[in-house]
């Protein structure tokens, strides 16, 4: 008996021992850190693609990849990205390992049903990869008709791989929201929960609504492709427009998926180190919601030169305007946050500035594409690749090293060395925007994406991009290595290193295997600095 009440006060990481007991686990805990290393090996397969097609690029000629190359690279660092590391990413990894804590929790509430979702990942992921080996696929990310129209193998696994993903982002989202409403710790109210659950809330509606629609679209076009069924493919009497509306319908709310909870984590890491109340709390939440809500309703703003009427372009111009709003009240509350503030430029908090100030490059560039005059000419110019980066890897992507910085003495219970992480952060700052940034000049010149050819006028464009990427993938591994090291040599973790207020940083580092040795009851908001201060 004694040890086993020894054994519920032992760290997670040292509960048990073994591969074995790591494959059959149920702790979060644990099942969050597997995602974080999956997501970690696909980013760096999915950023090797891009750096590969990148270097293509350094001149209008053939270097070293033919056009069928490019194509295959493209379309595996767009699938790789999208699917295994962007839409998973925050939730699956950081959400997991925090969401349980930040409420007081032991677990989820559905332990076994998150193992399962680790799996359907694991398993998507593999027969990702096998599609590799099978075939070439070639078909871009979007998996449009009718180039996804194919008997290729390559595609069709590629599809299948999709679909099983879907799954285990809809069973993840749906163990969130369960979770959020019955196993909250006494005392946390809804305006008592951190903002990174209210961000976490909102992608479970977005994820559990959304993807099934991706589920059904990939359905057809399998069942087209093996029966010669006509849905898709106009020859058969199909329609290939209506394969766009389908995937938008999902993709759209998916960015929100991408994007939104990085909000959660740049609330978590500014309230932090200003050592100040989130301002406008409420409102901060709501627009996380808001943004769920709304993200429905404007998929057809990537169809403007598809064809659609002139009363559907203005209604989607109009409500991509409208998603401004709740984006923008994100924006000026962060800002009104850190005015005053007790700012201290840690590691986490440079990555969260450079959230803020991406994210705001992403959401104005976004705002320009809605406006219909100007996106016909934009429309498939690398003006949209960067748009769509500076919130996909600008922000989400930014936002989530800057949460694994900041939880990582939590995960671990060990410090990496500041002094390096605050390089690498800078590196990365300065790497990603003289990649993409550039970009946006050449696609408001007319530059097209995904040419494998190119005027000679934009071969400076593409070197100042190929330099960007140099320095952003050092930066990136520099921080990766800090990380690791750490883990292995750090100094060991205080149990809240950052002085900050929500129930994660009210345990252990790393957290005993049940996260409390005591139910914690909750008294105060998240961010009480104001009310400590009075």
């Known amino acids: 008996m004694i040890a086993h009440v020894h054994h519920e006060n032992i760290n997670y990481l040292k509960a048990s021992k073994g591969l074995k007991n790591w494959l059959i686990t149920v702790d979060h805990k644990r099942i969050g850190m597997m995602y974080l290393a999956s997501i970690l090996f696909f980013f760096i397969a999915g950023g090797t693609f891009a750096g590969l097609f990148r270097f293509e690029l350094w001149s209008p000629l053939k270097n070293f990849l033919t056009p069928d190359q490019y194509n295959q690279f493209f379309t595996l660092h767009g699938v790789i990205m999208v699917f295994l590391v962007v839409v998973p990413g925050i939730p699956a990894a950081l959400g997991n390992f925090i969401l349980p804590i930040q409420i007081g929790a032991k677990d989820l509430a559905f332990p076994k049903l998150n193992l399962t979702s680790l799996y359907l990942y694991w398993i998507g992921a593999a027969i990702a990869l096998y599609s590799i080996v099978a075939g070439h696929a070639d078909q871009g990310w979007t998996m449009y008709a009718p180039y996804s129209l194919s008997r290729n193998p390559a595609v069709l696994y590629m599809m299948i791989a999709a679909f099983i993903l879907g799954f285990s982002s809809i069973l993840t989202g749906l163990n969130f929201i369960v979770t959020m409403h019955n196993m909250r710790a006494p005392g946390m109210t809804w305006y008592r929960m951190p903002l990174f659950l209210w961000a976490m809330y909102a992608t479970g509606i977005m994820q559990i609504f959304a993807t099934p629609v991706l589920a059904i679209t990939l359905i057809l076009l399998l069942l087209e492709n093996f029966f010669g069924i006509g849905i898709f493919d106009p020859a058969l009497g199909g329609d290939p427009l209506l ?71 203005s209604i989607f111009s109009f409500l991509t305007f409208f998603t401004a709003v709740p984006s923008a009240i994100k924006v000026f509350n962060w800002t009104a946050t850190l005015y005053k503030g007790s700012i201290d430029l840690k590691t986490p908090m440079l990555y969260a500035l450079q959230f803020l100030f991406n994210f705001t490059i992403g959401g104005l560039t976004g705002i320009i594409l809605a406006i219909l005059s100007v996106d016909i000419h934009l429309h498939d110019t690398y003006f949209v690749v960067s748009h769509f980066h500076y919130v996909a890897m600008g922000s989400t992507m930014i936002a989530f090293i800057g949460g694994i910085h900041y939880w990582w003495p939590k995960m671990t219970g060990k410090m990496y060395n500041e002094k390096v992480g605050q390089i690498a952060a800078v590196l990365v700052f300065i790497g990603f925007n003289t990649t993409f940034f550039i970009q946006l000049i050449m696609g408001s010149q007319g530059s097209p994406r995904r040419y494998y050819h190119y005027q000679d006028q934009f071969q400076i464009h593409h070197q100042v991009s190929t330099i960007g990427f140099v320095i952003l993938a050092t930066g990136l591994f520099m921080a990766l290595f800090n990380l690791i090291a750490s883990f292995f040599n750090g100094s060991v973790a205080p149990a809240n290193p950052w002085g900050a207020k929500t129930l994660e940083w009210q345990t252990d580092s790393p957290p005993p295997l049940y996260n409390f040795k005591e139910t914690p009851v909750v008294t105060h908001g998240p961010y009480a600095f104001e009310t400590e201060k009075a």
């Open 243 to 313: 394969m766009q509306h389908f995937f938008w319908f999902y993709s759209h709310p998916a960015v929100y998926i991408i994007v939104v909870p990085g909000f959660g984590i740049a609330s978590e890491i500014i309230a932090a180190f200003s050592k100040k109340d989130i301002f406008g709390y409420r409102f901060v939440a709501y627009s996380s919601v808001a943004i769920a809500i709304i993200g429905f309703v404007v998929w057809g703003h990537h169809m403007f030169v598809a064809g659609q009427s002139e009363l559907a372009d």
